[in-house]
């Protein structure tokens, strides 16, 4: 065991895989030499080669073209976009080729393809370094979607989308890089080392996909959520001294719903919250869920705490960012007589 | 095109006013004569009116429950002549005055006139809507976890008022009404006016036990040689005759009685402080029909046979639970005799039929463990369970009536036998 942040943990994975495996390689702007924008992969080209660990041109559709054209021959790369904004100019390449090479060779050929990108907000990264564009993926079927949020699911996870034979999308909170983030900017930044997922086994170790982790067990009110917004709901429902229920999905795709399920079954009431923007957000495909499997256990209306349907701006962040203060709200009306 | 009122007759001796059962036609409709229009309410005879003339009914009086004086107007018709056209027959309304009759005058005309006329019409035949409770308007409002809750429990979630923002039923509104509602259940009303026979049974009931001092007393009477007879003669009975109960033989044998105390066969004039004796005997028999208690009346059974008596009792039974029997079927009686047949029980305590000053009552027939002749034996034991009115019969003449009618009963040749008058 050791004290790690989540781009330790990361590296770890990476590494660990990198020396498992021949068949992984690394690639993307400036992940070999310089070590990563965020030093996710510092060190590891100079333990493993240029041919490993492979510095890409500045072109996110040519990075994943070629990450799938090497998954289809026996290689296993992992791609890193080096923020999720970026990732548009290779969603043409993740919906129309990543997604489907199973489907449409009927099996014959699969891409075992982890592609790794830092998302979400609150470090003042402005429209272009703060979005949370997981929803997008999850609607196209054949990609898996992960996004841990802290370093010991971070490292689990990894190497298991890593083995994992299909592609998957690795959003990582950026929020959470260094420390966990209760969602108020005023207070000094609290590092890994004071929480217990900043305990990371050194060695290998997986996390399987589709099984979320209960962070709190709670009898009052389930928080379906996940990413940056785990340790925000934490903050808020200890701040309201609600007995929440806080449920950590740690992948959307696949979902794991007998968890949800169980817990808004108990708990008879249910906010969904994550950062990204509300309308078609990945909450209302929880919501859905729920709605089916829960409804007549249901004592008040799910609540969606969400970012604001704007786009994310690069003033007034703390305005945007759904922070204690709309969890508390949603906790308030949820939690009303019923 | 001429207008016809109808007044209420007079339907039997007597009668001041009739009670409206049920009305058979509303303003507006097409009567033609013969076709029953009313069902009215007499002393205690139920009749069904016709309608005198063929016509439009323009206007009727009072609704079901409402007394209508004898020679007031009850209905009032338009009268089709042969070429009244339908839009002709249509009664502008100047021409009935707006005060002179409760309700809209029958329409035929403009469909705007004809729906105030229905609404009118409806709301003159029932004029006291029955408290419905009212429905909850829309949607019930509260969670889905409390429409389960409701469901399980039995709970009608239209019941429950709800405390929550908007009226929205809580979890806590659902506690308090569960139990609340297993007794709603029981307390879930139906109002039944108390009107025509009913209002009839239960002010002369009211009358009877308020005003006459009743005295009960119950004997016991050995039925076993009756019960023996009435065998017999069931088994050897006239092919036409239904079989005997112990009713004509009690009857038979209250006529009998009845010559040695004719002061309980006696009616009470109150208004002129008079007992009136009578020498013929009219028994009024109690019958249980499906609109409630009628007395229908054997006249003169003094003077009739045993199976004229069974038989009378049985075609009068019959003709006031088919609610055929006239006014004068059910009138006139001077001592009333009550059955309740296999419910009589041991004893009960019968209300007077004023202005009668006595009633009999039969209890239930059953073997019983006796001492008879110094041994236990098994008898078949009745009780008579009589009240009397203590104004006018002595406690000591009732109780020697019932033993004469016991004694009578006890040894059933003396039925048949003519009273020995003494000297």
């Known amino acids: 065991m050791a004290n790690m942040n989540m781009i330790q943990a990361l590296n770890s994975a990476m590494d660990i895989m990198l020396g498992r495996n021949p068949a992984v390689v690394l690639m993307g702007e400036d992940i070999g030499y310089f070590g990563g924008v965020f030093r996710a992969t510092e060190g590891l080209q100079r333990k493993y080669g240029e041919h490993r660990v492979i510095d890409t041109p500045i072109a996110e559709g040519g990075i994943v073209a070629t990450a799938i054209g090497m998954s289809v021959n026996g290689l296993r790369p992992v791609a890193e976009i080096q923020f999720a904004d970026y990732i548009y100019p290779g969603f043409d390449q993740i919906v129309s080729e990543l997604a489907r090479i199973r489907y449409r060779s009927a099996g014959d050929f699969f891409a075992p393809v982890t592609i790794r990108t830092p998302c979400g907000g609150g470090i003042r990264g402005g429209q272009t370094h703060s979005q949370s564009p997981e929803a997008i993926f999850t609607h196209v079927s054949g990609i898996k979607v992960v996004m841990p949020s802290n370093p010991h699911d971070a490292k689990g996870l990894l190497i298991t989308s890593i083995e994992d034979d299909d592609p998957v999308v690795f959003f990582e909170p950026k929020r959470l890089y260094n420390g966990p983030f209760d969602g108020d900017p005023n207070k000094p930044a609290v590092p890994w080392s004071t929480h217990p997922k900043g305990q990371v086994d050194e060695g290998y170790y997986k996390i399987p996909l589709g099984k979320a982790d209960i962070v709190r067990a709670g009898a009052d009110v389930s928080i379906i959520t996940y990413g940056t917004m785990v340790h925000v709901a934490v903050a808020a429902a200890a701040a309201m001294n609600v007995d929440a229920e806080i449920i950590d999905l740690r992948s959307l795709v696949p979902l794991d719903v007998d968890t949800i399920v169980a817990s808004v079954k108990k708990t008879g009431r249910c906010i969904v919250a994550h950062e990204a923007t509300r309308f078609s957000g990945f909450g209302a495909e929880l919501l859905s869920i729920v709605q089916e499997e829960c409804f007549w256990m249901l004592e008040a209306p799910i609540q969606r705490v969400a970012g604001w349907d704007t786009p994310y701006p690069h003033a007034f962040e703390w305005e945007y960012f759904p922070g204690q203060a709309r969890v508390k709200a949603a906790l308030k009306t949820v939690m009303g007589p019923a | ?423």
């Open chain 2, 1 to 423: 095109m001429s207008q016809f009122t109808f007044k209420m007759p007079d339907l039997g001796e007597g009668t001041v006013d009739a009670e409206i059962v049920a009305w058979h036609t509303k303003p507006g409709d097409v009567v033609s004569e013969d076709q029953l229009i009313v069902e009215v309410m007499t002393d205690k005879a139920a009749v069904e009116v016709p309608a005198p003339v063929s016509g439009r009914v323009v206007s009727v009086t009072g609704a079901p429950g409402d007394k209508v004086a004898v020679g007031s107007p009850l209905i009032v018709f338009e009268l089709t002549d042969g070429a009244a056209a339908p839009a002709m027959a249509a009664a502008p309304a100047p021409t009935i005055p707006a005060a002179a009759t409760p309700t809209a005058p029958a329409a035929t005309a403009a469909p705007a006139t004809r729906a105030t006329a229905t609404l009118t019409a409806s709301a003159a035949t029932a004029p006291t809507p029955a408290a419905v409770p009212i429905a909850r308007q829309g949607r019930v409002m509260t969670s889905p976890a409390n429409r389960r809750r409701a469901r399980e429990a039995g709970i009608d979630l239209t019941t429950v008022a709800g405390s929550g923002p908007g009226g929205r039923i809580l979890r806590a509104d659902l506690q308090t009404a569960a139990p609340r509602q297993a007794v709603a259940d029981a307390a879930d009303t139906t109002e039944i006016k108390v009107i025509g026979l009913r209002r009839l049974i239960a002010e002369r009931m009211s009358e009877a036990k308020r005003n006459i001092p009743h005295f009960a007393y119950v004997e016991e009477v050995d039925v076993t040689e009756l019960e023996s007879l009435r065998m017999h003669l069931n088994h050897s009975r006239p092919k036409d005759s239904g079989s005997l109960s112990y009713l004509p033989l009690v009857v038979m044998a209250l006529t009998r009685v009845l010559e040695s105390f004719p002061q309980c066969n006696v009616l009470y004039d109150a208004a002129r402080g008079v007992l009136i004796r009578h020498r013929a005997v009219h028994v009024g028999i109690a019958t249980q029909t499906p609109d409630g208690l009628k007395v229908p009346v054997v006249r003169n059974a003094q003077a009739l046979g045993l199976w004229e008596v069974a038989a009378e009792i049985r075609r009068l039974a019959e003709r006031a639970r088919a609610n055929k029997a006239t006014r004068e079927e059910l009138i006139g009686s001077t001592i009333t005799v009550t059955s309740l047949g296999k419910l009589g029980g041991i004893a009960s305590t019968p209300i007077i039929n004023a202005p009668e000053v006595a009633i009999i009552g039969l209890n239930k027939a059953v073997e019983r463990p006796v001492v008879y002749q110094g041994t236990v034996a098994v008898r078949r034991i009745m009780n008579l369970s009589s009240s009397f009115d203590h104004r006018f019969v002595d406690g000591y003449d009732a109780a020697a009536m019932i033993q004469a009618l016991k004694e009578r009963l006890e040894h059933p040749a003396t039925i048949f036998i003519p009273t020995v008058k003494s000297p």
